[in-house]
């Protein structure tokens, strides 16, 4: 065998040692990405308490994650969408009638007894489970109030306050087909005022200049200067009164809980129940307590409205509420 040759066989034995490492190599790297756990979530929340949550966890216990950002009602309608091809393991946040409507059209699925918490906030048969509590409150541009309406005139402190004829066009509301926080503002009229229930709506829609898709808006177009007045949780509120806008927060007597739900038919389930573990452990109610201005749900030792509508049929009364809406805008 000439030289020749040799050199040649000595080549080709290199290439082929290079190419069987390299194969290695690239199946070893694709069996890591493979047994990396990796969480897919819809978020309701702000965006940065979905971040927040997902990236601490993921930091801790070595996964990855992505999420989208989406609106209560499209979120829902989304999952609705996907339901035999779900795309997410998670939606976290939202008011907890959207996690009903979740559990009721079959979409979700329970997490572990063992992860059932003490306080109740959270549903029956544990579709899903409340991370923090929010509470409804009238926000009022403390600026345009004192140009407008003048210091000798007390500030509204109930909804039917807010349907004086002071205050027509100057009202911002989110819009509870779009919103979950208009689906809790249209919860409390009927919940709280019964059979004038219709008569309350029609006087607040009456008053209100615009119904936003969001529930952060009406903060936003007040704290702005662009309307006096508006109705959304007070979470948000304190998040821009902090930032010194000139916004004053007027509670009121009505609270929803933010929750996370499980849905079916995903490859990530035991990682979705430990996730939901670290959002109720020390570790993420401290990251709640940085970036939310909701009330964590183990610091909540009684919020009664709650506690009572938990297990109601919510859904069938939400789809009810809704349509009288509509039918009252309408006109």
């Known amino acids: 065998m000439n030289k020749r040759m040799i050199f040649l066989l000595s080549i080709i034995c290199i290439m082929s040692i290079g190419i069987v490492r390299n194969n290695q190599e690239t199946k070893q790297g694709t069996m890591a990405r493979q047994t990396t756990p990796h969480l897919t979530a819809y978020v309701a929340a702000k965006e940065d308490i979905g971040r927040a949550l997902l990236s601490s966890y993921c930091e801790t216990k070595g996964c990855t994650y992505e999420f989208v950002r989406l609106s209560t009602e499209e979120l829902v309608r989304r999952v609705t ?13 939202g008011t907890w009638d959207a996690h009903q409507t979740l559990k009721k059209r079959h979409l979700s699925t329970p997490f572990p007894a063992k992860l059932s918490q003490e306080d109740g906030l959270q549903d029956p048969d544990r579709y899903w489970i409340g991370y923090e509590v929010e509470r409804l409150a009238i926000v009022v541009n403390t600026v345009l109030w004192k140009e407008r309406i003048g210091q000798q005139v007390p500030y509204p402190v109930t909804l039917a306050d807010l349907t004086n004829d002071l205050y027509r066009d100057e009202l911002i509301l989110p819009d509870p087909n779009h919103s979950g926080t208009g689906a809790t503002i249209l919860q409390a009229v009927f919940e709280k005022y019964g059979a004038s229930g219709d008569d309350m709506l029609r006087r607040l829609i009456r008053q209100t200049r615009l119904f936003t898709a969001n529930g952060f808006a009406p903060v936003s177009y007040v704290a702005s200067g662009e309307a006096m007045l508006g109705v ?100």
């Not at 969408?81 to 946040?93: F, N, Q």
């Not at 929803?256 to 020390?282: E, T």
């Not at 909540?300 to 009252?328: A, E, H, M």
Request: hydrophobic share 30%; net charge positive.
């Open 232 to 331: 959304n949780f007070i979470g948000d509120q304190q998040s821009l009164r902090e930032k010194s806008y000139p916004i004053k927060s007027i509670p009121l007597d009505t609270y929803s809980i933010n929750a996370i739900s499980k849905l079916k038919n995903r490859n990530q389930q035991n990682v979705s129940n430990d996730f939901m573990r670290y959002v109720l452990s020390s570790d993420g109610q401290d990251i709640l307590r940085k970036v939310s201005f909701g009330t964590p749900t183990y610091a909540v030792s009684q919020v009664q409205p709650i506690k009572r509508s938990v297990g109601q049929d919510i859904v069938s009364d939400y789809k009810d509420y809704l349509q009288r809406f509509n039918r009252l805008y309408d006109k």
């Open 81 to 93: 969408e996907e339901a035999d091809h779900p795309r997410a393991d998670l939606v976290i946040g």
